[in-house]
């Protein structure tokens, strides 16, 4: 089921499921394409704790638009390993929390995705693909007998 991702702090709304692009346990963080209510500071930080994974990589930090509450961000420039997330929404999975859809009236479990979800994702992206293509055989034969069915 999909995923709705809201500030802890607030609970406003920052994002769904259906844009991940990427998750990170070293960062724990995931990353988003698009968000909603958040604000991109102006400003340029650089990650400088020791050990970090991201050490030395600049980035806008992300705040919620409801409260200020700080959330993630966006990186300017990364260290190798982390290029994939550059210019993305990477949110901090302590400052979101989320909420499944259709769990009305159950308390939602704390925020973990699980490692293979880019793999489900893919599966049923060529599920999607196959129905296309289908279609698509279908809609040419129709055409090639002049349109009629």
């Known amino acids: 089921m999909p995923l709705v991702f809201q500030c802890r702090a607030c609970r406003v709304v920052v994002g769904d499921s259906l844009s991940i692009e990427a998750t990170n346990d070293a960062l724990g963080a995931l990353t988003l394409t698009r968000v909603a209510a958040l604000a991109k500071s ?29 959330v993630g ?14 210019g993305r929404y990477t949110l901090d999975t302590e400052a979101i929390s989320s909420y499944e859809l259709g769990m009305a009236g159950a308390e939602a479990p704390p925020l973990s995705l699980p490692v293979p979800v880019e793999q489900e994702l ?3 992206l ?12 279908r809609l040419s034969a129709v055409e090639a007998r002049g349109g009629r069915l």
């Open 42 to 70: 102006d400003e340029i930080a650089t990650s400088t704790a020791a050990g970090a994974v991201d050490r030395g990589s600049t980035f806008h930090p992300l705040t919620c638009a409801g409260c200020a509450a700080p």
């Open 73 to 86: 961000k966006v990186y300017v420039t990364t260290v190798p390993a982390l290029d994939a997330l550059r």
């Open 122 to 124: 893919r599966t049923e």
């Open 126 to 137: 060529r599920k999607v693909q196959g129905v296309i293509l289908s279609l698509h055989e």
